[in-house]
């Protein structure tokens, strides 16, 4: 390459550098941000430390839940053999009975977070961020259909995620 032919390529760059800074400013197409497109969608934004926080609130409200429950107070009386077998046979029954299905439904708009906090708030799930993240590393996000679906308390998060998605993610 010679002198001539730098020179041309040079100026060449300059022009267009010139060209490039006077009419971006005056052809800025609308941009759609992040943020903006998350607000279009009713999606939001957390930080790592708000989904730390939002795990450690639920590992501690199971904590208090698990301490909350108590066992019946055995009463003494003159009958209190046949209280202790009542008291005994009252906690079989408990553990022998089967979960209740509960009736959920998915509305439309609703994000995989809107799904974690209504599975939690209906008591279908322990974790909402363990949930949230199952569903992520599945990639199942995407596949939650809208509907009315049939869950169990006693369900994992995989099976509830294969209900939602209608077994559409592995």
């Known amino acids: 390459m010679d002198k001539h032919t ?7 760059f300059f022009f267009t550098a010139v060209i490039l800074i006077v009419f971006k400013p005056i052809f800025v197409l609308d941009q759609e941000t992040v943020t903006s497109y998350l ?3 009713n999606l939001v934004v957390i930080s790592k430390e708000e989904l730390v ?4 609130s639920d590992h ?49 708009g609703m994000v995989s977070s809107d799904v ?34 049939k869950l169990n308390p006693s369900m994992s998060n995989d099976e509830i995620i294969s209900v939602i998605t209608r077994n559409r993610v592995a």
Do not use: C, W
Request: proline content about 2%; overall charge negative.
């Open 53 to 56: 926080k939002m795990e450690q």
């Open 116 to 149: 974690a906090f209504q599975l939690k708030k209906n008591g279908l799930i322990k974790n909402q961020g363990e949930f949230i993240k199952t569903l992520e590393s599945k990639n199942g996000a995407k596949y939650i259909q809208i509907g009315e679906y």
């Open 60 to 108: 501690s409200t199971l904590e208090e839940n698990d301490g909350s429950e108590h066992e019946p107070t055995r009463m003494v009386t003159d009958n209190g053999k046949e209280l202790e077998k009542q008291v005994s046979k009252d906690n079989q029954e408990k553990k022998e009975s089967k979960p209740e299905d509960k009736l959920f439904t998915i509305t439309e």
């Open 39 to 41: 607000e279009d969608n």
């Open 6 to 12: 730098a020179r041309g390529l040079a100026i060449g």
